[in-house]
């Protein structure tokens, strides 16, 4: 009798474990793509407009601000946003560095109105087209990420060639972020878009710098220090408070920061 109540209880605990397994799984996308938090309209100049027809058909809307800069910063925005806001940002600085270069952006796929669906794969392949299609055209290229996008220049600056790489509340990898909330399951083999940034900066000697919003409540401040710690070529990594993971991007600090970061990589316009 005892035997066949602990041996149910065993088969109980195993399958509820395998149903929050399950639900974690499906949920995982949405934990990382929050595109329905995406869809806010920024309108952009026609002159501005921009849109990349990727390789598989795909087309994605962004924004190519073009000041006749022989320098160009490619920009990769966070979960939840469109990057066309960075094009409405860029109309509120004056006398920076950061608005007299060219900057260009996408949405990713079904983010906004760019089509597709989002996944690890098709963003990194879509982001190495997108530096493809604007290196050529510049003397000098730098990436820029923000939250998820901090993932995806992890990865493109790996496997192209940049002069610098601008990581605003960066991670270490998406698995252990998923870890943090759900350390108990099998996170690390069950993540199918798992964003490793560390694994992607191990060999990588790109100049990098980093900025970190203090007490930030969706990227650690332990998560960040731990991928500073593995960066072989950090040449600025500033903490900054009294703003969030959120707001960071309506900050004059973070336009601030990016115009000290082109002046680590010997970028002045």
């Known amino acids: 009798m005892i035997a066949t109540i602990v041996l149910s209880a065993i088969i109980f605990a195993a399958l509820l474990y395998l149903i929050v397994v399950a639900a974690l799984y499906a949920l995982e996308y949405r934990m990382i793509f929050r595109t329905d938090r995406s869809?806010?309209?920024?309108?952009?100049?026609?002159?501005?407009?921009?849109?990349?027809?990727?390789?598989?058909?795909v087309k994605l809307e962004g924004f190519w601000r073009k000041n006749g800069s022989r320098t160009a910063l490619v920009w990769f925005d966070g979960n939840a946003d469109n990057v066309r806001y960075a094009c409405n940002l860029l109309d509120s600085l004056r006398e920076t560095t950061l608005s007299s270069i060219d900057v260009v952006g996408l949405n990713y796929r079904g983010f906004a109105n760019s089509e597709g669906k989002p996944s690890e794969k098709a963003l990194f392949a879509d982001a190495a087209q997108l530096y493809d299609t604007v290196s050529p055209r510049y003397d000098r290229v730098v990436l820029l990420g923000r939250?998820?996008?901090?993932?995806?220049?992890?990865?493109?600056s790996s496997v192209r060639t940049t002069n610098g790489v601008i990581l605003i509340t960066p991670y270490e990898s998406m698995v252990r972020l998923i870890k943090r909330y759900f350390g108990f399951l099998l996170v690390h083999y069950l993540a199918r878009n798992r964003f490793d940034s560390a694994y992607f900066w191990r060999k990588n000697h790109t100049p990098c710098a980093i900025l970190e919003v203090v007490?930030?409540?969706?990227?650690?401040?332990?998560?960040?220090?731990?991928?500073?710690?593995?960066?072989?070529?950090?040449?600025?990594?500033?903490?900054?408070?009294?703003?969030?993971h959120a707001s960071i991007i309506h900050d004059t600090k973070m336009s601030c920061f990016i115009d000290r970061a082109l002046a680590n990589f010997h970028i002045n316009g």
């Open 39 to 57: 869809r806010k309209n920024f309108p952009v100049a026609e002159k501005d407009s921009f849109i990349m027809t990727a390789k598989d058909g």
């Open 147 to 156: 939250s998820l996008g901090t993932g995806i220049v992890a990865f493109i």
């Open 215 to 244: 007490g930030d409540k969706v990227i650690p401040n332990s998560h960040t220090r731990s991928l500073a710690a593995q960066i072989q070529n950090l040449l600025l990594h500033e903490k900054v408070s009294d703003c969030t």
